[in-house]
């Protein structure tokens, strides 16, 4: 052992058969990681390491709209082709409607969700007027991050730089309704806390 090693302080404790039985338990039910967990716990005192302090920047804390909210916007930029061929498909009955790849530019991406977050509701108010910071200074990389999380999840895929490619099946007829729905019925708030709408594809 160095010099500069911290030492341990320990203290050995003599216990009954019986004591020691209800530990090995209290440990099990606790999920204590060892004997001197399961006994801190039942004293109160957190042995749990300290969380290493995350370097604050403009997306360790999300200051703007539920991500749902921006994936939605994202995604409808496929909806018209996408719904088109579902149309397609069932006119067809499937036999002629093979699905197909539709390609939608970083740029058109942009656009879209920047239009998504200046529509007025019937309310008065716009996601932009709600986060207007946010929206100035740190939407475009948002929405790379959100680009991400949808590639991650099987909706999207970029093998072409600056390119997002969806296949047009992807996303199905019912689905699409309660992307619309989203859009459409949900009005920009601050409370808004939605999980993922749609299932990870992958």
């Known amino acids: 052992m160095t ?83 579902q149309e397609q498909k069932t006119y067809f009955r499937g036999s002629l409607a093979e699905a197909s790849s539709i ?36 939407l475009e990389d948002y929405i790379n991050d959100r680009l991400q999380s949808l590639k991650a999840k099987g909706f999207i895929d970029n093998s072409t730089k600056g390119v997002w490619t969806m296949v047009s099946n992807v996303i199905e007829s019912e689905e699409w309704d309660l992307l619309r729905l989203v859009t459409e019925q949900i009005q920009p708030h601050k409370q808004l806390n939605i999980p993922d709408l749609l299932r990870p594809r992958e």
């Not at 203290?11 to 060892?34: C, F, M, P, Y």
């Not at 920047?57 to 539920?66: A, F």
């Not at 932009?128 to 100035?136: E, T």
């Open 3 to 85: 010099g500069k090693a911290k030492k341990r302080h320990d203290t050995v404790v003599r216990i009954s058969n019986e004591t020691k039985a209800a530990l090995d338990k209290h440990q099990k039910v606790s999920g204590s990681k060892s004997a001197n967990d399961a006994v801190a716990n039942l004293l109160g005192i957190d042995t749990s390491k300290p969380k290493a302090k995350k370097t604050r920047g403009v997306y360790n804390e999300h200051s703007g709209p539920s991500p749902v909210i921006i994936d939605n916007a994202i995604l409808r930029c496929w909806e018209h082709e996408a719904v088109r061929w």
């Open 103 to 138: 390609d939608k530019s970083r740029a058109e991406i942009n656009n879209a969700v920047r239009e998504a977050m200046e529509r007025t509701y019937s309310n008065g108010t716009t996601w932009m007027s709600l986060y207007p910071i946010w929206y100035k200074e740190s």
